[in-house]
């Protein structure tokens, strides 16, 4: 009984085997999906999926790759789509910064500007906030302190940033990463239980040769498991116990 919290299947890379992809996960035990936007294109596909597949739910972002890329009249047009859209979607995100690809105080000023405003609907909505904080966890961290859900995507800060976000009641997301991160390792064996939730950002990150998928979310909790003398099946039931609690499922 696994949940994968953060995925792409509407991503072209599943377009030739979408509902084998969604099938493998269904008998490897992933019982709901979270699939998220990060852009007008893949909102409106992640609505689609969702409103397909009753176990797979939206969450409507606007990255910041987006925020750098797009012009203000395109920013307002993903805003706009996302305030009108919300109660189709279970979040807002994923939105953030991202440190690691954007390297000019220019862009990272945009990026912060355009976060701000993904902040807001966050808040005037009360859903929780999907953060890609790539670099730049502790800088999200300060932006976001004034709300009440919050999950930090495929977390890969440090360990200091990542106690100061479990402190304040937020949730922490270990990839798939965590099968061969040192680093994700350590994070996953200190973050309090209480305050973990999986996923496998498929297609990306795969613990295995090629494309990463949902089904592969066995990998993260047999790892989780091992690392912290846990049974897979406590991990697996109390990380889908932290994603319906967040989410509201």
Do not use: W
Request: hydrophobic share 40%; glycine share 6%.
């Amino acid at each position: 009984m696994m949940i994968d919290s953060h995925c792409h299947l509407d991503f072209p890379r599943f377009d030739s085997d979408r509902y084998e992809v969604i099938e493998r996960a269904r008998i490897a035990g992933v019982d709901e999906i979270i699939n998220s936007g990060v852009d007008y294109k893949t909102n409106l596909s992640t609505l689609s999926l969702a409103d397909k597949y009753e176990h797979i739910h939206a969450t409507l972002g606007l990255g910041p790759g987006v925020a750098t890329s797009k012009s203000d009249d395109d920013i307002g047009h993903i805003l706009s789509q996302i305030e009108q859209n919300i109660e189709n979607a279970v979040g807002v995100g994923e939105a953030g910064l991202d440190h690691f690809h954007c390297k000019t105080d220019a862009g990272r000023a945009r990026q912060m500007e355009v976060f701000k405003k993904v902040i807001e609907i966050a808040e005037t909505v009360d859903k929780p906030l999907v953060i890609h904080g790539r670099d730049a966890e502790y800088e999200a961290l300060q932006l976001v302190r004034h709300l009440n859900n919050v999950v930090f995507h495929c977390y890969g800060g440090s360990l200091k940033t990542m106690n100061q976000i479990t402190d304040a009641g937020y949730y922490v997301s270990i990839p798939t990463l965590v099968c061969f991160s040192k680093h994700h390792q350590s994070l996953a064996k200190h973050l309090p239980l209480e305050r973990m939730v999986i996923e496998t950002d498929s297609p990306y990150l795969s613990p295995r040769k090629g494309r990463n998928e949902p089904a592969f979310l066995v990998d993260s909790v047999a790892t989780i498991a091992k690392l912290r003398a846990m049974e897979e099946i406590e991990v697996a039931q109390v990380t889908a116990q932290n994603t319906r609690r967040v989410f509201g499922l």
